[in-house]
């Protein structure tokens, strides 16, 4: 698939030309019993993941996200997996970012990673720098992977890093003061997040950029996530009717 060589998503896949979400987060689940469906070590539906992944940013990139930020592995993984199905991930990872250096080129992929990253194996560190330093330029699509994240340990760290330091603010400037020492202070709110898997829970992910994203659940597993779904998730976001607490009925939050 060729972004400049392909026609754009078929009928099926499009969305309506209604509001479409700046910042698409995805909690990518499911890879586990993808695998066990079919016999096959929960290894190989990671491995399958990352191909969904794959297909998922480029499907990003022609219905034109701004943002999009996918869970890879909470905190709680990283404590509670198996050391191989640890490894195994750390490797995939890596390969995959030392790999797709061409099609983050083509593509014009910004990735960033968000989370504990310093407790991460040195090989993924080094491939995580050198992806982020070397995409940094680029302006299509701003790809952030949360690796070895969790929501309450980013606000933990922010707040241990003197984020809630000074008790003169007052009102919004304390959000603002704590927003300044999150993982990617640059980082908008999610408008649209998306979890696979049939689970209709946050596990931890983005508890802040959160606040007032619209929630999308689908039984679909993520290695089975299509071009199809990745539409009707756009489409239901489109007819979503935010208020942020007001009451005026006006979509908002993304671009027409
Ligand atoms: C999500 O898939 C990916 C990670 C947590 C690393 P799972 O591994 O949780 O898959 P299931 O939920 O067991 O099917
Ligand atoms: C959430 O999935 C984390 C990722 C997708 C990386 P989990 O499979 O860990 O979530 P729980 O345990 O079902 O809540
Ligand atoms: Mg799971």
Redesign the pocket.
Known sequence: MSLSSDSGPSAEERPPAGVRPGHLGF???GNGRWAEQRQLPRTQGHAEGAEALRQMLRLARKHHIAEVTC????T??FEQRSEEELQFLFDLLAHHLEQEREEMERLQICFRAIGRLQELPRRLIDAIEKAQRETSGHKGLVFRLAVNYGGRAELADAFCSGGAGDPSLIGAQKETALAAHLYDPAMPDLDLLVRTGG?M?L?N?LLWHSSYAELYFTPVLWPDFSAVDFAAALEEYSRRSRRFGSVSTTTSGGDA
């Open positions: 909690i990518m689940d869970f890879a592995l909470s709680e993984n689970e829970r596990s992910f």
